[in-house]
């Protein structure tokens, strides 16, 4: 018998397609949800009775979240991998970095050990496809990293994670730790109670006759990049869902604290939104839920650092 208390997830950067030996961190998480599903095509035979022929494994893939609660350091080469860039340094000053959308697909190897029975998985050529940063008002952030992979292996002898240096314990931020939000570079002026930001980058599995069953390649499509806002409803909301009669695009900036010199900031440049009009029982809080897409200019995450 094994308990979730016991999974270790560690992860290290490949550029090959063995499982890296060096270079292993362990990976906090809350829930580590990697998988392998294999595809059993059934065969068509007839074998002179009535029972089938036996099927044939013809694909399998590898895919699944790893849940976190965002915390200030700890998940940046994760981040990176999401976006397909890497931190680029400010020229003028030297405490900041950013991160957009890029080109630059980042491969990882991610396992997943049940160290109290000794049974231990890896998936390899891992991309991280999506991302997504839920911000709500009483619980710590929560950020969600969709994988997909090339590979996989299993063992009940040894961990294919050898070495990995201990898990660094970040700082955590909560919906308190959220600074000034704005809209338009002012203050947005209303009650904002929650906050989504969601990247998909459109991975698809490329697969070649021949022997990959979980696929070659992993190409990125067009990035779909959105999220929600839950706000108060009031002037301001309403100033900021009429923008959908006409398309208008607004910006907006998350500001995320871990302390006084550590933060990261969500800028959005450019985003469209949509929303209805609420419609309220007469002992409801009145709040409207808005939907928003990005366009035009790439998403950027500021990280500031003492």
């Not at 607004?250 to 500001?255: A, F, G, T, Y």
Request: charged share 20%; aromatic share 6%.
């Amino acid at each position: 018998m094994s308990s979730g208390a016991k999974v270790v997830t560690a992860y290290a950067k490949q550029t090959t397609k063995t499982v890296p030996t060096t270079g292993w961190k362990i990976l906090p998480n809350i829930k580590n949800g990697l998988s392998v599903n294999n595809t059993l095509t059934d065969s068509e035979m007839l074998s002179g009775s009535r029972i089938k022929s036996a099927g044939m494994v013809t694909g399998g893939e590898v895919a699944g979240e790893i849940e976190t609660e965002l915390q200030y350091g700890v998940y940046d080469e994760l981040l990176e991998a999401a976006f397909f860039n890497e931190w680029q340094a400010d020229a003028r000053n030297t405490k900041l970095k950013k991160l957009s959308i890029g080109d630059t697909k980042k491969m990882f190897a991610i396992s997943k050990d049940f160290s109290d029975i000794n049974v231990n998985h890896v998936f390899t050529g891992c991309v991280i496809n999506s991302l997504k940063i839920d911000i709500t008002t009483d619980n710590l952030i929560k950020a969600n990293f969709g994988v997909m992979g090339q590979g996989y292996q299993h063992s009940k002898e040894t961990s294919f994670a050898k070495s990995p240096a201990t898990a660094t314990v970040g700082k955590p931020a909560s919906g308190l730790s959220i600074g000034t939000i704005k809209k338009d570079g002012a203050d947005i002026g209303i009650c904002v109670e929650s906050f989504s930001f969601e990247i998909d980058n459109g991975a698809e599995v490329q697969k070649c006759l021949g022997d990959n069953i979980y696929g070659g390649n992993i190409v990125a499509m067009l990035a779909n990049i959105s999220g929600s806002l839950t706000l108060a409803y009031g002037v301001k909301s309403h100033d900021l869902i009429v923008n959908q009669l006409t398309g208008a695009t607004v910006s907006l900036e998350i500001p995320i604290s871990f302390n006084e010199t550590d933060k990261y900031i969500i800028k959005i440049p450019k985003m469209q939104v949509s929303g209805e009009i609420p419609s309220p029982s007469g002992s409801d809080l009145v709040t409207v839920d808005v939907s928003y897409t990005v366009v035009e200019e790439s998403p950027i995450i500021e990280k500031h650092q003492a």
